[in-house]
């Protein structure tokens, strides 16, 4: 019964319940899903997968599936991509999935900073499935749900343009960058109950910026080592939310740890592990809720993320060819 309210809220109270993108942990292993202007930013082919499983102990947690390909285009200042999306949410019953194309074009400032500018342009579908819901018909005072609902309802579902911009502005060991998703307000509403007072999906804004140091004294070149300290804060409709932490790394391993506040209350803590081996990067991430929301009946649960890149970029040959050091790069936690 408590999907069918939910999915009731959603549905026809848009006004107090507007849809929120999922914000991955681990923002800088999803460049493409933080901000277009990423796009490209390694030296060669790149593909990049992240799953994100949220409060995993909550009925009908959330399920986010992420993936993207960018190519950059030698000797050009533009670098191409795509990037998918799925978060599934009610145990699926409401599920949105966005595709897209990203464009990034990079303008070299002078010799030491560059300025990159991105778009996005794709479509973004929301769907529900009455297939799961339990109505009045088939309860029974006694025993429970029990038969078949006579309700016909078919699946519902909504497609509209989505478009997005962003910037990125770095050099030597420093990056900032801001990105606006959803410029168009996409419509997803999947009922005309509202008499078109919703806006469509809220623009969600991200601003971003951090550094990069390498540890001289712990370093060598088969174990270089670095700290890079940075800042996340997002911002959609009501809703925002600051990151605030470092990555450590070492060799062939880094780790993070963050905190992150949603001003209304201290939301939670991050940890993360990622191995690096040529051109594959594999991270783990694990966030614990530290808010008043651990103490709901039968607890939220942690959420737990994972994510696979293959980097082309980041292979032994290429970088002796370019005769630079992965690890010494204010962008090298997105690479």
């Not at 990079?106 to 819901?133: C, E, K, M, P, T």
């Not at 910037?167 to 078109?196: K, Q």
């Not at 140091?213 to 080592?225: H, Q, T, Y």
């Not at 925002?240 to 201290?266: C, E, I, K, M, T």
């Amino acid at each position: 019964m408590h999907h069918l309210l939910a999915l009731i809220a959603l549905l026809c109270c848009p006004l107090l319940v507007q849809a929120q993108d999922a914000v991955f942990s681990q923002f800088y292993a999803s460049p493409l899903q933080l901000n277009p202007a990423f796009t490209g930013v390694s030296a060669a082919p790149r593909i990049t997968l992240n799953y994100r499983s949220q409060h995993t102990s909550y009925p009908s947690a959330y399920r986010t599936f992420a993936a993207s390909y960018e190519q950059p285009v030698n000797n050009s200042p533009s670098n191409f991509g795509i990037r998918v999306l799925t978060d599934s949410q009610l145990d699926g019953l409401y599920k949105t999935s966005q595709v897209a194309l990203v464009y990034a074009y990079d303008v070299r400032i002078n010799q030491d900073f560059h300025a990159r500018i991105g778009l996005s342009g794709g479509l973004l579908d929301s769907r529900v499935d009455y297939n799961g819901l339990i109505f009045g018909d088939v309860i029974d005072p006694t025993e429970g749900p029990d038969g078949i609902s006579q309700e016909q309802l078919e699946s519902a579902s909504t497609t509209s343009v989505d478009l997005g911009t962003g910037v990125l502005l770095y050099g030597r060991n420093l990056y900032a960058g801001l990105s606006i998703e959803h410029l168009n307000r996409p419509d997803e509403g999947l009922l005309a109950l509202d008499d078109n007072l919703y806006a469509g999906r809220p623009q969600r804004f991200s601003l971003h910026t951090g550094a990069q140091f390498d540890l001289k004294r712990f370093s060598n070149p088969r174990r270089p080592a670095y700290v890079t300290p940075n800042l996340l804060f997002t911002s959609q409709a009501s809703f925002q939310q600051l990151n605030l932490g470092a990555y450590f790394g070492y060799g062939a391993f880094s780790l993070g740890g963050w905190y992150r506040h949603a001003f209304g209350n201290a939301d939670g803590f991050i940890a993360a592990v990622t191995f690096r081996e040529d051109i594959l990067r594999i991270g783990l991430s694990y966030d614990s809720v530290i808010s008043a929301l651990r103490s709901v009946p039968g607890g939220l649960g942690a959420t737990f993320e994972v994510s696979f890149t293959i980097d082309f970029g980041n292979s032994q040959e290429l970088q002796r060819r370019r005769h630079a050091d992965r690890y010494n790069d204010c962008l090298g936690m997105f690479r």
